[in-house]
């Protein structure tokens, strides 16, 4: 019986564990190749004749692949258009958020946010006016990622107005019903003017305007007596309704006392004039 050292066993040991991983990586890469291939090839079908007139024989052509190849990765092109969406919005907040200097004023860091954003919307017009018009009318699962989408931008806008630079000027993370009108505005103003084929970049300065507007400081407001007595709200309502009372009794009191210089003169008067006693006031010389 011949033995092998045990050197050599635990190298054909590795050498066989591994090859399973090597193709493993090796099929995964060449998996993700085709997706984007595809992603790719749907973008290029919505730019050639829009989403509804395309169809999977044109995203396989453009893709320079098979149909069968992109059922393996989609289940329809519904789903191919939903993943491209869903990869182009994340690549758009990255942008976003590496374009804004942390350290700039507040009002440059909206500037450069909102170029950021505009200069991603014009790179692929196509592809901007077919998310904004065709992805709402796909169903449940794109209302899911329109949401999600939302969602991403909002938690972008509250992370880039929470730093101790924009705190200092006066501004604070803006609200989820704040960020949602803000970008639905800024959304569809994008949107009009492309339909209208008009030039996205004309309307940097009036998005810069409405961003700064909406997230820039806000004037101090004045705090309830609650907050400035320290106390709950309604024990605050009744100290307050008590020192009015004890105002109001010490006016009386003082509108009650007579003058020292000139006592009683409103009623010497009167009995000087002969009134209250049953006979004509006298007259004066």
């Not at 893709?63 to 869903?86: N, P, V």
């Amino acid at each position: 019986m011949i033995c092998k050292p045990a050197a050599q066993e635990d190298s054909l040991t590795t050498v066989s564990t591994a090859q399973p991983e090597v193709m493993g990586l090796e099929a995964g890469a060449a998996s993700a190749e085709f997706r984007r291939r595809l992603l790719e090839g749907m973008a290029a079908a919505i730019r050639e004749c829009g989403f509804r007139d395309s169809t999977v024989a044109d995203v396989v052509r453009h893709a320079r692949t098979s149909r069968r190849t992109f059922y393996e990765h989609f289940l329809s092109k519904q789903a191919c258009f939903i993943a491209l969406f869903q990869e182009a919005n994340a690549a758009t907040v990255r942008q976003i958020a590496a374009a804004v200097d942390p350290c700039a004023p507040w009002d440059a860091q909206v500037r450069q946010a909102i170029e950021a954003w505009i200069a991603g919307a014009q790179s692929d017009l196509a592809l901007t006016l077919s998310w904004i018009r065709d992805l709402p009318s796909l169903g449940s699962d794109a209302r899911h990622l329109q949401r999600e989408a939302l969602e991403a931008f909002i938690v972008l806008i509250q992370n880039l107005s929470d730093t101790p630079e924009l705190r200092a000027a006066g501004v604070s993370p803006p609200s989820r019903r704040l960020a949602i009108l803000l970008l639905g505005g800024l959304r569809e103003l994008i949107a009009t003017t492309v339909e209208d084929g008009g030039d996205i970049a004309d309307i940097t300065e009036v998005a810069v305007q409405a961003t700064q507007a909406l997230l820039g400081p806000r004037p101090a407001v004045p705090r309830p007596w609650s907050a400035r007595l320290g106390l709950p709200g309604k024990l605050a309502n009744v100290v307050l309704a008590a020192v009015i009372r004890s105002w109001r009794r010490e006016g009386r009191r003082s509108r009650g006392r007579r003058s020292p210089a000139r006592p009683g003169w409103r009623r010497c008067a009167r009995r000087r004039q002969g009134w209250g006693r049953g006979r004509a006031p006298r007259r004066r010389c």
